[in-house]
T-cell receptor, first 116, second 114 residues
Framework: AQKITQTQPGMFVQEKEAVTLDCTYD???????LFWYKQPSSGEMIFLIY??????QNATEGRYSLNFQKARKSANLVISASQLGDSAMYFC?????????????FGQGTRLTINP | DSGVTQTPKHLITATGQRVTLRCSPR?????VYWYQQSLDQGLQFLIQ???????AKGNILERFSAQQFPDLHSELNLSSLELGDSALYFC?????????????FGQGTRLTVV
């Protein structure tokens, strides 16, 4: 069964510093995708970045990058130059396809607080 | 704006009642997913539809059902509601099947059962 583990319930970072949010996953599927979502206090789920299991390079999207280490089954999110607006819950998720069906499995989330 | 539209945004109803949550996927997306986010269970996958057909079931109660219509919009029906059904219900959509496609979420419907 697929499982996502986020070991940091909460993190506090000074504005403008870089922050790494940890995510490890467990799956036996040969093909899968890894996602990070941001959930601000307003509740919506905002897609941040995606990494495919066969992608050779780490994904980057603006200030977000994904440190993908396949052998270690980790997919950490790195936010560079953090901003006050980055304060939110962050979820790591994995999707795999089995016999034409697919679903996202989420971790428990990390609450990131950016201090001025 | 993700392009996924969910209505209503908020819903307050009494125990024992039945409600319908609606989701319109992004234009061109054939897959629709429903998720439940509660404080104690986190984000849980409920069900997936692809082009009108059910494709995967997760932790969906028998009191809950869903369908996807020919125009690809989807509805999640929750019946005999209990206090524990209070949660944020998300719909997501993606373009095609396969693990390497993105899933965009709607803003969610916050259901409160009193």
């Amino acid at each position: 069964a697929q499982k996502i583990t986020q070991t940091q319930p909460g993190m506090f970072v000074q504005e403008k510093e870089a922050v790494t949010l940890d995510c490890t996953y467990d799956t036996s599927d040969p093909s899968y995708g890894l996602f990070w979502y941001k959930q601000p206090s307003s509740g919506e789920m905002i897609f941040l970045i995606y990494q495919g299991s066969y992608d050779q390079q780490n994904a980057t999207e603006g200030r977000y990058s994904l440190n993908f280490q396949k052998a270690r089954k980790s997919a950490n999110l790195v936010i560079s130059a953090s901003q006050l607006g980055d304060s939110a819950m962050y979820f790591c998720a994995m999707r795999s396809e089995i016999q034409g069906a697919q679903k996202l499995v989420f971790g428990q989330g990390t609450r990131l607080t950016i201090n001025p | 704006d993700s392009g996924v539209t969910q209505t209503p945004k908020h819903l307050i109803t009494a125990t024992g009642q039945r409600v319908t949550l609606r989701c319109s996927p992004r234009s061109g997306d054939l897959s629709v997913y429903w998720y439940q986010q509660s404080l104690d269970q986190g984000l849980q996958f409920l069900i997936q539809y692809y082009n009108g057909e059910e494709r995967a079931k997760g932790n969906i109660l028998e009191r809950f059902s869903a369908q996807q219509f020919p125009d690809l919009h989807s509805e999640l029906n929750l019946s005999s509601l209990e206090l524990g059904d209070s949660a944020l219900y998300f719909c997501a959509s993606s373009e095609i099947q396969g693990a390497d496609t993105e899933a965009f979420f709607g803003q969610g419907t916050r259901l409160t059962v009193v």
